[in-house]
């Protein structure tokens, strides 16, 4: 208990945050004073430090290392200052003239930041971190969307980036991304793949060895106004990311759209923001894009931190959408957009006539009838560009292992090239020559090339322009994915997920899968197991990058499930996908075989339900 209340002591001295120090000077006093309440408190807050990783941190907002607080925020940038620099000198050190790559351009970061509590805070705090150092500094001028920070990377050709958001998390959760570019990433990912994308392994590794260097060091302890800093400020001097910004941003989305081939706009949207930072933007853009009857969902379009309607702000959530489509049914609407807190996120929701009622899509299926489109379109812009350094130039299509295999399917029937990537943008981004992305989770990339992110914002215009051009035509989004289903067949996915309470029993239950697989399920042989922990995904190389703790299973009957620990939430998700083959390209084939595969469907859920319940052994 004293070297606790002396770690403790040390962490208030260099906390300059009046009120979380203020909090863990109350808990030591009780501890100090026998309470026994206060000191499992804060053995609990002192437990460890939040683990830096390729998503960066993510924790509940609070005292001490194991929370998002301006003292880990600073911590974490020094260690990211430090990082960076020490791998641009070894960059200078490996060229003939280090002078002249010195020179060419001044290092430089772009940060961002969400309208959750404290964002705004994390940010400047990383700011004055990164221009005290003499970097040249762009900070947003107010709350705004991920991709706008994404794109921001490449646009200012920067080093660095950094959003402070915690995307579809609880109110008092708060996070850091991390994204490296221009001249930092090319030296470490020689093949350009990396520039503008956000980190990944070992980078993630070294960061965090960085980080702990700074805390044992005790950055702080110079800083002579640390206790006298009760609120942090917008540091002098830095540049802004304003307004002229956002233009450019809209102006390069605009460039998107196919008005030629079309053209069509009338239709009617309803928009909810979910108390983020998408609202100003989205609708600004659909506007400039000519969709002129856009409804938005008034509670909830202004960014408020609490998020009073929506106690888990995710579009996915069952209830979320409740009153978007509400205000569908009042207006008459066609489509339903909404996205999540930060803005990369999209869901989307439809009138689906057979059932007489408002459907909310899937990310497959939202990525679905997006991939077709833009393989219909062909890529998104005139001026496409080749990514990376390899031979090849042909476009490619690309989706996450844990989505559906439908596109993949659909991209051969056309003769397009397709990958399938682990989970997480930063590898969908590190595609060669990839026009579309998507991940399940409603995550899509209309414009890789210049947001190398998940983009809610274009993704909504685009997606829009499909639905105007659909209504058109006399065909609805439920008859469109039919359409494909005739196209590529029924393929029809679905979760089981097993909620934890302690993070160490994640990896727990699938080593318990290793231990005893499953030989068969829902009756049906097990014909091949991946096991991404020690082999990679087919076709690719095998790399510590990309080690992940997933397995995959693959049945005769045409099943796949595949079981992974969640990279941002305690809970064991297991992926699952059924498939059939209509007998013809009629509504009535389609239908049928839909039923096939959702009763079977049905049967693997009730099996893997099963197979998970039972635990580590």
Same mark, same amino acid.
């Given at each position: 208990?004293?070297?606790?209340?002396?770690?403790?002591?040390?962490?208030?001295?260099?906390?300059?945050?009046?009120?979380?120090?203020?909090?863990?000077?109350?808990?030591?006093?009780?501890?100090?004073?026998?309470?026994?309440?206060?000191?499992?408190?804060?053995?609990?807050?002192?437990?460890?430090?939040?683990?830096?990783?390729?998503?960066?941190?993510?924790?509940?907002?609070?005292?001490?290392?194991?929370?998002?607080?301006?003292?880990?925020?600073?911590?974490?940038?020094?260690?990211?200052?430090?990082?960076?620099?020490?791998?641009?000198?070894?960059?200078?050190?490996?060229?003939?003239?280090?002078?002249?790559?010195?020179?060419? #351009?001044?290092?430089?970061?772009?940060?961002?930041?969400?309208?959750?509590?404290?964002?705004?805070?994390? #940010?400047?705090?990383?700011?004055?971190?990164?221009?005290? %150092?003499?970097?040249?500094?762009?900070?947003?001028?107010?709350?705004?969307?991920?991709?706008?920070?994404?794109?921001?990377?490449?646009?200012?050709?920067?080093?660095?980036?950094?959003?402070?958001?915690?995307?579809?998390?609880?109110?008092?959760?708060?996070?850091?991304?991390?994204?490296?570019?221009?001249?930092?990433?090319?030296?470490?990912?020689? =093949?350009?793949?990396?520039?503008? %994308?956000?980190?990944?392994?070992?980078?993630?590794?070294?960061?965090?060895?960085?980080?702990?260097?700074?805390?044992?060091?005790?950055? %702080?302890?110079?800083?002579?106004?640390?206790?006298?800093?009760?609120?942090?400020?917008?540091?002098? +001097?830095?540049?802004?990311?304003?307004?002229?910004?956002?233009?450019?941003?809209?102006?390069?989305?605009?460039?998107?759209?196919?008005?030629?081939?079309?053209?069509?706009?009338?239709?009617?949207?309803?928009?909810?923001?979910?108390?983020?930072?998408?609202?100003?933007?989205?609708?600004?853009?659909?506007?400039?894009? !000519?969709?002129?009857?856009?409804?938005?969902?008034?509670?909830?379009?202004?960014?408020?931190?609490?998020?009073?309607?929506?106690?888990?702000?995710?579009?996915?959530?069952? !209830?979320?959408?409740?009153?978007?489509?509400?205000?569908?049914?009042?207006?008459?609407?066609?489509?339903?957009?909404?996205?999540?807190?930060?803005?990369?996120?999209?869901?989307?929701?439809?009138?689906?006539?057979?059932?007489?009622?408002?459907?909310?899509?899937?990310?497959?299926?939202?990525?679905?009838?997006? +991939?077709?489109?833009?393989?219909?379109?062909?890529?998104?812009?005139?001026?496409?560009?080749?990514?990376?350094?390899?031979?090849?130039?042909?476009?490619?299509? +690309?989706?996450?292992?844990?989505?559906?295999?439908?596109?993949?399917?659909?991209?051969?029937?056309?003769?397009?090239?397709?990958?399938?990537?682990?989970?997480?943008?930063?590898?969908?981004?590190?595609?060669?020559?990839?026009?579309?992305?998507?991940?399940?989770?409603?995550?899509?990339?209309?414009?890789?090339?210049?947001?190398?992110?998940?983009?809610?914002?274009? %993704?909504?215009?685009?997606?829009?322009?499909?639905?105007?051009?659909?209504?058109?035509?006399?065909?609805?989004?439920?008859?469109?994915?039919?359409?494909?289903?005739?196209?590529?067949?029924?393929?029809?996915?679905?979760?089981?997920?097993?909620?934890?309470?302690?993070?160490?029993?994640?990896?727990?239950?699938?080593?318990?899968?290793?231990?005893?697989?499953?030989?068969?399920?829902?009756?049906?042989?097990?014909?091949?197991?991946? =096991?991404?922990?020690?082999?990679?995904?087919?076709?690719?190389?095998?790399?510590?990058?990309?080690?992940?703790?997933?397995?995959?299973?693959?049945?005769?009957?045409? =099943?796949?499930?595949?079981?992974?620990?969640?990279?941002?939430?305690?809970?064991?998700?297991?992926?699952?996908?059924?498939?059939?083959?209509?007998?013809?390209?009629?509504?009535?084939?389609?239908?049928?075989?839909?039923?096939?595969? #959702?009763?079977?469907?049905?049967?693997?859920?009730?099996?893997?339900?099963?197979?998970?319940?039972?635990?580590?052994?």
């Amino acid at each position: 208990m004293t070297d606790l209340l002396s770690t403790v002591r040390r962490w208030i001295a260099l906390d300059p945050d009046p009120r979380t120090r203020s909090e863990l000077e109350d808990l030591l006093q009780a501890a100090d004073g026998g309470d026994h309440t206060a000191a499992a408190a804060l053995e609990g807050l002192f437990a460890g430090r939040l683990a830096f990783g390729t998503a960066g941190l993510r924790a509940e907002l609070g005292p001490g290392p194991l929370r998002m607080n301006r003292l880990v925020v600073r911590q974490t940038a020094a260690g990211l200052l430090r990082y960076a620099t020490e791998k641009l000198t070894e960059a200078h050190a490996k060229v003939d003239n280090p002078h002249d790559v010195e020179g060419s #351009a001044a290092r430089r970061i772009v940060i961002g930041f969400d309208a959750r509590h404290q964002s705004d805070e994390f #940010a400047y705090e990383t700011a004055e971190i990164f221009h005290a %150092a003499g970097w040249e500094v762009h900070l947003f001028d107010r709350p705004g969307p991920t991709p706008l920070l994404a794109r921001q990377v490449l646009v200012k050709d920067a080093e660095v980036g950094v959003m402070v958001t915690a995307s579809h998390n609880p109110p008092r959760d708060n996070g850091y991304k991390v994204y490296l570019g221009g001249e930092l990433s090319r030296f470490l990912e020689p =093949d350009g793949l990396g520039v503008g %994308a956000q980190i990944v392994s070992p980078v993630d590794r070294e960061i965090a060895e960085t980080i702990a260097q700074v805390v044992t060091e005790d950055f %702080a302890d110079s800083r002579t106004d640390v206790q006298a800093r009760a609120e942090v400020l917008r540091p002098a +001097g830095v540049h802004t990311i304003g307004q002229a910004d956002r233009d450019s941003y809209q102006r390069e989305a605009l460039q998107l759209l196919d008005a030629q081939n079309y053209p069509h706009r009338d239709i009617t949207i309803v928009y909810t923001a979910m108390h983020g930072v998408g609202g100003e933007m989205v609708t600004e853009l659909l506007s400039a894009a !000519g969709f002129s009857t856009v409804i938005p969902v008034a509670e909830q379009f202004a960014p408020d931190p609490d998020f009073p309607t929506a106690d888990f702000p995710n579009p996915e959530e069952a !209830g979320a959408l409740d009153l978007a489509l509400k205000a569908a049914v009042e207006h008459s609407a066609d489509l339903v957009l909404a996205n999540d807190p930060d803005a990369d996120r999209l869901s989307a929701a439809v009138y689906d006539e057979q059932a007489a009622s408002w459907r909310q899509l899937s990310g497959d299926e939202i990525g679905a009838l997006l +991939g077709r489109h833009i393989l219909d379109r062909g890529p998104l812009r005139q001026g496409w560009q080749s990514t990376g350094t390899g031979e090849s130039t042909a476009p490619a299509i +690309g989706n996450s292992v844990v989505s559906s295999r439908l596109l993949g399917k659909l991209s051969a029937a056309r003769g397009v090239e397709h990958a399938e990537t682990l989970t997480g943008f930063k590898w969908l981004a590190r595609v060669p020559n990839i026009i579309f992305g998507y991940e399940e989770a409603i995550g899509f990339d209309v414009d890789p090339v210049h947001v190398r992110d998940k983009d809610g914002v274009s %993704a909504a215009m685009i997606f829009a322009e499909l639905i105007a051009d659909l209504k058109t035509k006399g065909i609805t989004a439920v008859q469109a994915l039919d359409d494909i289903a005739a196209e590529a067949g029924v393929y029809l996915t679905g979760q089981v997920t097993i909620r934890v309470q302690d993070l160490s029993q994640l990896g727990q239950i699938t080593a318990a899968l290793r231990e005893n697989p499953p030989a068969e399920i829902a009756g049906s042989a097990v014909t091949e197991t991946l =096991d991404l922990s020690r082999q990679p995904l087919p076709g690719q190389e095998f790399t510590e990058a990309k080690v992940t703790d997933a397995l995959i299973y693959l049945t005769d009957a045409g =099943d796949r499930v595949i079981v992974r620990p969640s990279g941002t939430e305690p809970k064991v998700k297991c992926y699952l996908e059924t498939t059939a083959e209509p007998a013809g390209d009629a509504a009535a084939d389609v239908s049928a075989a839909r039923a096939q595969a #959702a009763e079977r469907l049905d049967t693997v859920r009730e099996a893997m339900n099963s197979i998970l319940a039972k635990g580590p052994q």
